[in-house]
Nanobody, 124 residues
Framework: QVQLVESGGGLVQAEGSLRLSCAAS????????MGWFRQAPGKEREFVAS????????YFADSVKGRFTISRDNAKNTVFLQMNSLRPEDTAVYYC?????????????????WGQGTQVTVSS
């Protein structure tokens, strides 16, 4: 069983920054892509960013491109989401997820394990 635990969320003013972390259990973390998704109240869960198993390739939603970066430390079973220039519309619960393959994907159906989420609130 894989467990994912997010941390680093909180309340920040617009144009501020936050760094989310996701710690994974298990010995096969380095074999799978990892992704970040978010869900705002009343909205569908949407793709934010993903990273391939070795960190070689990253993908971003257009809405966060240029502001967010994703990285991973396979030695520590951890994936990160650095969020800069935050906007009120970035307010959501952020979830990390493990991909079903080593290649990053945008669809939530390409991920099999999910964390419980961490709240990010951006005030204007």
């Amino acid at each position: 069983q894989v467990q994912l635990v997010e941390s680093g969320g909180g309340l920040v003013q617009a144009e501020g920054s936050l760094r989310l972390s996701c710690a994974a259990s298990g010995r096969t973390f380095g074999s799978y892509a990892m992704g970040w998704f978010r869900q705002a109240p009343g909205k569908e869960r949407e793709f934010v960013a993903s990273i391939t198993w070795n960190g070689g390739t990253t993908y971003f939603a257009d809405s966060v491109k240029g502001r967010f970066t994703i990285s991973r430390d396979n030695a520590k079973n951890t994936v990160f989401l650095q969020m800069n220039s935050l906007r009120p519309e970035d307010t959501a619960v952020y979830y990390c997820a493990r991909g079903i393959t080593g290649v990053g994907a945008r669809s939530r159906y390409e991920y099999d394990y999910w964390g419980q989420g961490t709240q990010v609130t951006v005030s204007s």
